[in-house]
């Protein structure tokens, strides 16, 4: 099993940035992917960005360019830079690992409004 922490979320304003961190509880060199989702209310997750175990790198089209998926291997801890917030990146975001099954954190909110 992998459990994971989400934290980093909270209010910011339009333009702002966020870090978000996701902590797991082995390895995640180990891990075969890592990524971040979010979801609001009434519709489906949705993919963010993933990193691979060897580091390959996976973004939605609405993030590229301003959110940034990192690692931290000694600390086991899979980052989302997030840039030039806007109001639609408001939702609850995720961190996900798949090893051999898909396992998700307790997400953590992101709200961007003036």
């Known amino acids: 099993q992998v459990q994971l922490v989400e934290s980093g979320g909270g209010l910011v304003q339009p333009g702002g940035s966020l870090r978000l961190s996701c902590a797991a509880s082995?390895?995640?060199?180990?891990?075969?992917?890592m990524g971040w989702y979010r979801q609001t209310p009434g519709k489906q997750r949705e993919l963010v960005a993933t990193?691979?175990?060897?580091?390959?790198?996976n973004y939605a089209d609405s993030v590229k360019g301003r959110f940034t998926i990192s690692r931290d291997i000694a600390k086991n801890t899979v980052y989302l830079q997030m840039n030039s917030l806007k109001p639609e990146d408001t939702a609850r975001y995720y961190c996900?690992?798949?090893?051999?099954?898909?396992?998700w954190g307790q997400g953590t909110q992101v709200t961007v409004s003036s």
């Open positions: 996900k690992a798949r090893w051999y099954l898909a396992y």
């Open positions: 082995k390895s995640i060199v180990e891990i075969f992917e």
């Open positions: 990193m691979s175990d060897g580091g390959s790198t």
